[in-house]
């Protein structure tokens, strides 16, 4: 079945411990992405990579890093996790950039910190 | 600034009543345009889009949206709700590729019995 895992679902952590968040796809998509979502903000950007080591930010990138070692997975990497960093996190693929690739979402990593 | 506005934060239906979901935007030229619903727990999942051509499109689920240049907007509509269509949707617009996408805040959407 074509899809996009994140792992793992919920994350409760304390401020200042590191921890990366999966995600991988089996679709052969070039293009990834992180968001984050928010109350009222709806989804946000993080990073995205149009493909095996081509990363970029997007429009809420501090506080988090991200590698593209291999083209099915796509990590997301909070080196020092703050409060503000509590979120429900997406991971979404699409075959390439274009805008007329329609995104495939996973099912989404709800992330605390204390 | 670009933006895209849904102005109903939550929006409540009866069951088989019709729905109307607002999407308004701000881009200097025509964006392709999306609406994605996110059921509780889920990612999200698109339900249809508009890239060009007839400006009603209909999407999975029995719905559809219209799309209308002069009022920069992209309403979703269905016509009777079901109770499984309570969710949270999201309109969505890109200009040039997926990295420019930009989601709007979302509409909840809550069907009474």
């Known amino acids: 079945e074509a899809q996009v895992t994140q792992n793992p679902r919920y994350l409760i952590t304390v401020t200042g411990k590191k921890l990366t968040v999966t995600c991988s796809q089996n679709m052969n998509h070039e293009y990834m992405s992180w968001y984050r979502q928010d109350p009222g903000l709806g989804l946000r950007q993080i990073y995205y990579?149009?493909?095996?080591?081509?990363?970029d930010k997007g429009d809420v990138p501090e506080g988090y890093k991200v590698s593209r070692k291999e083209k099915r997975n796509f990590p997301l990497i909070l080196e020092s996790p703050s409060p503000n960093q509590t979120s429900l996190y997406f991971c979404?693929?699409?075959?390439?950039?274009?805008?007329?690739?329609?995104?495939?979402f996973g099912n989404g990593t709800r992330l605390t910190v204390t | 600034a670009q933006s895209v506005t849904q102005p109903d934060i939550h929006i409540t239906v009866s069951e088989g009543a019709s729905l109307e979901l607002r999407c308004n935007y701000s881009y200097g030229a025509t964006p392709y345009l999306f609406w994605y619903v996110q059921s509780p727990g889920q990612g999200l999942q698109l339900l249809l889009k508009y890239f060009s051509g007839d400006t009603l499109v209909q999407g999975i689920k029995g719905f559809e949206a219209e799309f209308k240049r002069s009022q920069s907007s992209f309403n979703l509509r269905k016509p009777s709700v079901h109770w499984s269509d309570a969710a949270e949707y999201f309109c969505a617009v890109a200009l040039y590729n997926n990295n420019d996408m930009r989601f709007g805040a979302g509409t909840r959407l809550t069907v009474k019995p």
């Open positions: 979404a693929s699409s075959l390439y950039r274009g805008r007329d690739s329609p995104l495939h």
């Open positions: 990579s149009m493909n095996v080591e081509v990363t």
